[in-house]
């Protein structure tokens, strides 16, 4: 008797959550007269998303695709409401011109539970821009010109132990070597480090690389469409070893620094000044800012060097990966940029800063890679503020998710003719007069784009440029064509990886 009591009890909570999802939460935007895609309970419009079947990036693109006719349309995160921009002149808007309304990403950001989440880009208000004000010195040219020696370094050992490869033309899984790469990059300068991963693929810092990117599919989509249920649970979204790792190098790091007054032309450099001055001392390129004097905690900065090391790795590794992967299904691409590598080093007398901002086919070759293969897929923005969207009489109201399907933009045929075409001389300077420039969204625009674009590019360039230097790439039928994405990942990262084929040249 009781059990049928529980039962029925049972059944009448679920008719009234039911009852509640369809005709409350799912009523919103039917209220405010918008275009909205019919959402099931209680997932809303992502089921696919939470059980694993498809990777976000292209869950987005494929709705941007199917109702991109709209300029602005509604969907449901779970019990969220989210409002997917279709329209460049409106993601505009969004980006830039109405920023005070949708400054915050509106994603997990939780430092007492998970203190690595404490950086730029998850921060939201004022301790974003406070931030932001601290952290842009750190990228400017000559900081940037810095590191070089260091980055290039790491891309001449790169290239020297693929030598025997090269010379048995074996097959090669090229993302785990770059992987490997970008990680030496990023540990010597954001943690001043020599972590050695490309001769010793199985040490401590690739093992804890590793462990970054990938996610249960319910645990992406919680964090980035619904943190308050992650934060109601107290569940941290970074794996404890990874949080205790990299906090305690960074602190052992700075003690050693400071107690044996070293200083090196990296970033933790930079994070030690903030910490002990709260500004950065000038560069040839820059003043000084000695009226930011809220100095930096030590996890503060050791947050700011994890989210380096998070968009310095994967993103640039995976851009160099994908520019191979194209490369070597087309050898006139592949033969051209060569002869700019080789006409240029010899100008230069060397692989230099100013040979590789001189190499133009090179940059319209990655380019072109991002808009096939964007690190962020999409874009999110939460309603900071409510607002009439200009030029519609959508009324979004605070709260409100914002999603920009950057990867539709970026394979939209009537922006990018022929879109599956890998084709570099789309970003020749006519023929990006002619697009929206808002329709290419690579590193984000407005004031949240991306901070470290231009080391981001440093990095992804010198990697190729020692690559193709010495050595040309053929597919190995291993390789799958066309590539599948791994849905446990945030970023586009194929499954079964990239096998190519190396020769020397």
Request: glycine share 6%; hydrophobic share 40%; charged share 25%.
């Amino acid at each position: 008797m009781v059990f049928v009591e529980l039962i029925g009890a049972f059944i009448v909570i679920l008719s009234i959550i039911y009852i509640y999802y369809k005709y409350v939460i799912f009523n919103f935007w039917s209220r405010r007269g918008v275009f909205y895609v019919k959402p099931v309970v209680p997932t809303g419009n992502i089921a696919a998303l939470i059980t694993g079947k498809v990777q976000v990036g292209i869950f987005f693109r494929d709705a941007y695709m199917k109702y991109k006719n709209y300029r602005a349309f509604g969907m449901y995160s779970l019990f969220k409401p989210n409002l997917l921009i279709a329209d460049p002149e409106l993601i505009r808007l969004v980006l830039t011109k109405e920023f005070e309304s949708f400054h915050d990403r509106g994603m997990y950001c939780n430092e007492k539970i998970d203190p690595l989440t404490g950086h730029l880009f998850l921060m939201s208000g004022k301790r974003w821009r406070n931030m932001r004000v601290k952290l842009t010195p750190t990228f400017t040219t000559g900081r940037i010109k810095q590191m070089f020696s260091i980055i290039k370094e790491c891309g001449n050992k790169l290239a020297d132990y693929l030598d025997r490869q090269a010379q048995m033309r074996e097959s090669i899984e090229i993302k785990d070597i770059l992987s490997r790469y970008t990680t030496d990059v990023i540990m010597s300068t954001a943690f001043g480090i020599n972590s050695n991963c490309i001769e010793e693929p199985n040490n401590e810092y690739r093992i804890q690389g590793k462990k970054v990117f990938y996610f249960k599919s319910l645990w992406i989509a919680l964090f980035m469409f619904v943190p308050q249920i992650m934060n109601f649970f107290s569940i941290p979204l970074t794996n404890r070893s990874v949080t205790n790792f990299y906090m305690n190098i960074f602190r052992q790091n700075v003690e050693y620094r400071q107690a044996h007054n070293i200083v090196r032309h990296d970033f933790m450099n930079l994070l030690i000044q903030l910490m002990e001055k709260g500004y950065l001392d000038p560069d040839d390129d820059e003043k000084t800012n000695e009226a930011a004097v809220d100095k930096l905690t030590m996890i503060e900065a050791t947050a700011q060097s994890y989210v380096f090391f998070i968009a310095g790795f994967e993103s640039s590794s995976m851009t160099t990966a994908f520019t191979l992967y194209e490369l070597a299904q087309r050898e006139d691409i592949q033969n051209k940029l060569r002869k700019e590598i080789d006409e240029v080093l010899s100008e230069h007398g060397g692989l230099t800063y100013d040979a590789v901002n001189n190499m133009i086919y090179l940059s319209k070759v990655i380019k072109e890679t991002l808009r096939k293969y964007p690190p962020l897929p999409i874009l999110n923005r939460i309603c900071t503020e409510e607002i009439v969207l200009p030029t519609t009489d959508i009324r979004i109201p605070k709260g409100t998710i914002i999603t920009i399907p950057v990867l539709g933009l970026h394979q939209d045929p009537s922006i990018y003719p022929n879109p599956d075409t890998f084709d570099p001389e789309r970003f020749n300077l006519d023929e990006v007069a002619k697009r929206h420039r808002f329709a290419y969204l690579a590193f984000g625009e407005g004031p949240r784009n991306c901070i470290g674009k231009r080391f981001g590019y440093i990095e992804t360039k010198i990697g190729l440029v020692c690559l193709l230097a010495k050595y040309k790439f053929k597919i190995h039928p291993r390789t799958q064509i066309p590539l599948v994405f791994n849905p446990q990942t945030l970023g586009l990262a194929p499954k079964g990886g990239i096998h190519l084929i190396i020769e020397p040249r």
